[in-house]
């Protein structure tokens, strides 16, 4: 995943209840405990350094922008994320991290090792990992 969809999806998980605000119709709909949620957090941009609050409202502009179906994907990798446990989120910060500290040559290296794992079926995955699990 880019850096520039990581930070995409890190805003996203700051600033998507804050949209409920900016669409009263959709106000309604929330839940208490969602409205109580999107209070907080449109308390904390506000409190935001101004050059902060600018770039979570243009991610969330380009975010708007996109066709329907990558927001969905990105609707829902955010909700997987929220899903996660918080020693799970850190030890993917800290791995992404280290992938961002590390050599141009190694990253283009795994990435292509990424595609190449992308290539193979449901079931070559599945027997590679079979084969590595001993």
Do not use: C
């Not at 119709?25 to 902060?52: D, G, H, I, Y």
């Not at 329907?68 to 446990?85: A, D, G, T, Y």
């Amino acid at each position: 995943m880019g850096r520039h969809l990581i930070s995409a999806l890190l805003l996203f998980l700051f600033i998507s209840p804050l949209a409920a605000l900016a669409e009263d119709e959709k106000w309604n709909t929330l839940a208490p405990a969602e409205q109580s949620r999107v209070r907080e957090r449109w308390e904390k941009f506000k409190n935001l350094p101004e050059e902060k609050k600018i770039k979570i409202s243009e991610a969330y502009k380009r975010f708007r922008a996109l066709p329907p179906e990558k927001q969905k994907r990105i609707s829902q990798n955010v909700e997987r994320w929220r899903s996660l446990p918080p020693e799970k989120r850190e030890q993917m910060r800290t791995r992404f991290q280290r992938f961002q500290n590390m050599p141009p040559e190694r990253k283009q290296m795994l990435r292509q090792r990424l595609d190449k794992w992308r290539a193979l079926s449901p079931a070559q995955r599945q027997r590679f990992r079979e084969r590595f699990k001993r």
